[in-house]
């Protein structure tokens, strides 16, 4: 995996961070390390993430 | 839903193919032709010897029952299931049997004829380590086996087998009278009283005194009784049967008896019923069997006649159905997963299994067709697919794409009802999507009916199925109402049908609309096609919902011919699956609807003629040439390889027919404007293509954008200059990178998941503004 990119959020101008963020799908929720902006919580998802990692959440919950 | 259970008893998955059925010992010769054609000799030895006891003998003297039974007997010549074992015998290796050391039991039998089915039995309770007496009148063992082979040579496979195991032989010791050898008999005992307690009492006996022998009372065929506290068993010879069947039964009998020994049931082995196994057809092509150089197959031979053999089993479903052969899972094990799914909300199983692949089904209807019981999985999979509805089991995220779409289709974009003045006998039904590819498939056929039948209606509108592959019952209620008002209003036409899908949902929905199929029209109304002469030799695409249709079939065919253009069958006609459009595979499992489209695809190298919209878009957007059979006739893409239209254009033609026919056919303006895509966006092909694969629509793209642009919502890469955003549209959340121009948008990247984000959620011991 190549070097995370720096990402800004363009509201508050400053730098996004590796934090906490909640997710739910099909009745469960979960947490995970995402960008996002330590000041307004906004999420940032790379493709890499969604594509890749979500994706296979996904999957795996509606097989359940 | 037990109904549908129910039909799943007569499944034959698991039946045996029919050489194990007619074998005696039903010896399982897939597995021994396996290790076979692998060249493991002495594993396939094992797998003999595990099943006949005395594979020596076996192999010499059976008659091969497997080899009559074998289905390559009526096509060329039967597999020589004997001639391979014969090879196994003597090519084997390690034949000295493995010795167990296994404690001694205390508990007794005894063997009245030592015979093959006597020697037998004795066997395998011997390896059990019971304690065998062996009774015998005569002074050799073998009894009528020194009929058929050499006495040296079964006598030396007796000692191979034995090695490790012990019994005691009476020899020239003739049985008069089984009671003084059974236990606890003394009250049925009295003429021989005395003599009970000097001689050796037993647990078990088994009688198998040959042809013709004593059977001491002991009721024949399938006897057994218990005197005192022994079980007695009859078997073999004596009970009318031959050398093979005998010792079979001797090797049956034992299983009976330890359950008899270790439970105390005393029960005859069963018979088992006659196999059901129906092998696969295709697989059944002429290779001349083998002939050995030698009198022993080498084991070249044996690979190459034990390749022969097509391992039958019935699997006509994973070899026709597409989801069984995608998923891997038997019709027996989906149907148990499908039942544990559609248990309602509520109830303590959580699980649903079957969730993707129920609704990823094609519902092309073949898999119920092909098994020869006609087990109706696919009506159990369009009944799971209400119940998993009403227990709210399907991910909103399936269903999302297919009913915007299908309420765009009947919304006032796109959905049309008019008579052409008084209501007339008959109405154009085109379908959703006929007229999505291209408005011209709609509205020259249409000027074509015009022509002949005046007063031919026409009703632009979705048929509805998307609901139902949704399995939402309340709405396709609705659904089929608002469409049976329709045809009321319309005064009760004929419908003509473009498109067989639509057909097949209104006949099973509202048989009271009486359907016919345009090409069936067109046929009967006397269409003339220019003849083209096209050089290109084309295949015939039946889609699955004309399957068995055979006027449509013929019409179609006729239309083709007079069309001039060269066109042959598949190789299996019309018998294969849907083109991968059906169901809501497409979304819940991207990579089945993948594999259907190219298996069907492969039907074929020559381009193909479809008469169904969807054949043609799946076809012609993988990059197979495919024409529908309306560009030949009507000339608006004869050559199959126009790029086909993505979600957005789709959905502006579907206006656009709308907006045509209003001017062209009723001279009248169309009274709400086009709708139009807010931002002018401007996409690579790659990132177009990935839109369209997500089922994303540029409006839905333009309100990512909106919802950044003016909330300042979004996230800039200042490496790149791009700026990152997302938006929910209903259950699906669409990411969009991006990067203004001076007039619109460039996109860089669209991608999409189904999870949410919790944004109210407390995140990193902070509490974030809910309306972010």
Same mark, same amino acid.
């Given at each position: 995996? *190549? ?25 469960? &929720? ?17 493709? *890499? ?9 996904? &999957? ?5 | ?45 094992? =797998? ?42 003597? @090519? ?59 006495? %040296? ?5 007796? !000692? ?31 003429? =021989? ?51 093979? #069947? ?103 199983? #959580? ?24 087990? !109706? /999985?696919? $009506? ?8 998993? #509805? ?18 765009? %289709? ?20 085109? @379908?959703?999507?006929? $007229?999505?590819? !291209? ?38 209620? +609705?659904?089929?109402?608002? /469409? ?41 109304? @006397? ?5 083209? $002469? ?10 699955? =919902? ?15 011919? %007079? =069309? ?52 043609? +878009? ?62 002018? /966006? ?20 333009? %309100? ?17 200059? #791009? ?6 549209? @209903? ?42």
């Amino acid at each position: 995996m *190549e070097k995370k990119q720096k990402l800004i959020c363009d509201q508050c101008k400053v730098e996004l961070e590796e934090l906490d963020a909640q997710f739910s799908y099909l009745g469960k &929720s979960f947490r995970h390390k995402v960008s996002r902006c330590p000041q307004c919580g906004q999420v940032c998802l790379s493709e *890499e993430l969604v594509n890749g990692r979500m994706s296979e959440v996904e &999957s795996m919950m509606e097989d359940k | 839903m037990q109904n549908y259970y129910k039909q799943f008893d007569v499944c034959r998955e698991r039946d045996i193919p029919s050489c194990a059925d007619g074998c005696p010992f039903k010896m399982d010769i897939l597995t021994v032709q396996e290790r076979i054609a692998k060249g493991r000799f002495n594993a396939a030895y094992k =797998s003999i010897r595990d099943c006949v006891a005395f594979p020596g003998i076996v192999s010499e003297i059976c008659p091969a029952y497997c080899e009559d039974a074998c289905v390559r007997k009526t096509l060329d010549a039967s597999v020589q299931i004997r001639g391979l074992e014969r090879a196994v015998v003597a @090519g084997a290796t390690r034949k000295t049997p493995n010795k167990y050391n296994l404690p001694a039991r205390k508990k007794s039998v005894a063997v009245i004829g030592a015979g093959l089915s006597g020697m037998g039995f004795a066997f395998r309770m011997a390896s059990k380590k019971y304690a065998v007496t062996i009774f015998e009148k005569s002074g050799k063992i073998g009894g009528r086996l020194a009929e058929q082979m050499e006495e %040296a040579r079964y006598m030396a496979e007796f !000692d191979l087998q034995f090695k490790n195991e012990k019994y005691e032989l009476k020899l020239n010791t003739e049985i008069q009278d089984i009671y003084p050898l059974c236990r606890g008999a003394e009250g049925q005992l009295e003429q =021989s009283a005395d003599a009970q307690s000097e001689e050796q009492t037993f647990d078990i006996i088994y009688i198998a005194t040959g042809k013709g022998g004593n059977t001491f009372s002991v009721p024949i065929p399938g006897g057994c009784m218990k005197i005192g506290e022994t079980g007695v068993f009859i078997g073999g010879e004596v009970c009318g049967k031959d050398m093979m #069947h005998a010792l079979a039964d001797g090797l049956d009998i034992a299983i009976s008896a330890e359950s008899f020994l270790k439970a105390g049931r005393l029960e005859y082995p069963e018979v088992t019923e006659p196999t059901g196994c129906v092998p696969n057809a295709d697989k059944l092509v002429e290779i001349p069997p083998v002939t050995p150089e030698d009198k022993v197959f080498t084991e070249e031979e044996c690979m190459a006649e034990a390749a022969r053999c097509i391992r039958c089993k019935c699997d006509a479903c994973a070899a026709q159905c597409d989801l069984v052969a995608y998923f891997e899972k038997m019709p027996v094990k989906m149907r148990d997963e499908i039942f544990l799914s559609c248990k309602p909300a509520g109830s303590l199983v #959580h699980k649903s299994p079957a969730r993707k692949y129920v609704a990823a089904c094609t519902r092309c209807d073949l898999m119920t067709e092909v098994c020869p019981e006609h087990i !109706d /999985l696919c $009506g159990m999979v369009e009944h799971a697919r209400h119940k998993m #509805h009403e227990a709210d089991k399907v991910p909103a995220a399936y269903r999302q794409y297919f009913i915007r779409d299908m309420e765009f %289709a009947n919304g006032p974009y796109a959905a049309l009802k008019r008579t052409t003045g008084a209501p007339g006998a008959y109405a154009f039904f085109p @379908g959703c999507n006929l $007229g999505a590819l !291209d408005p011209e498939y709609v509205i020259k056929p249409y000027k074509w009916l015009l022509t002949k039948e005046p007063d031919t209606s026409l009703l632009l509108r979705c048929c509805s199925v998307p609901v139902d592959w949704d399995g939402n019952s309340a709405a396709r209620k +609705e659904e089929i109402q608002s /469409l049976r008002q329709d045809w009321e209003d319309l005064g009760k036409p004929v419908f003509i049908m473009a498109c067989m899908s639509c057909q097949k949902h209104l006949r099973e929905y509202l048989p009271e609309i009486e359907t016919i199929s345009l090409y069936e029209i067109m046929q009967e109304w @006397g269409f003339t096609p220019e003849a083209e $002469g096209e050089q290109t030799n084309f295949s015939i695409f039946d889609p699955c =919902s004309a399957r068995k249709e055979e006027e449509v079939q013929a019409a179609v065919r006729s239309l083709i011919a %007079a =069309s001039g253009v060269q066109a042959e069958e598949l190789p299996k006609g019309d018998r294969h699956g849907c083109c991968g459009f059906g169901g809501m595979g497409s979304i819940a499992a991207p990579d089945f609807a993948e594999y259907v489209a190219r298996q069907r695809m492969e039907l074929s190298e020559n381009p193909y003629i479809v008469y169904c919209a969807n054949c043609k +878009e799946i076809f012609c957007d993988r990059g197979k040439k495919t024409v529908h059979l309306l560009d030949l006739l009507f000339d608006i893409d004869p050559d199959g390889t126009k790029s086909q239209p993505d979600l957005t254009r789709r959905r502006n033609n579907r206006t656009l027919l709308k907006k045509r026919l209003l001017e062209e056919i009723w001279k009248e303006e169309m009274e709400m404007k086009p709708q139009e895509i807010q931002y002018s /966006l401007i996409m690579q092909d790659a990132v177009r293509e990935k839109v369209n694969k997500q089922k994303i629509l540029e409006e839905d793209i333009c %309100a990512v954008i909106d919802r950044a642009e003016t909330t300042g919502r979004r996230t800039l890469n200042p490496e790149s200059g #791009h700026y990152t955003a997302y938006n929910e549209i @209903g259950y699906i959340t669409c990411w969009v990178e991006y990067s203004p121009l001076v007039e619109g948008y460039e996109i860089h990247n669209v991608y999409t998941h189904r999870m949410k984000i919790e944004l109210e959620a407390v995140w990193n011991g902070k509490k974030t503004e809910t309306d972010m």
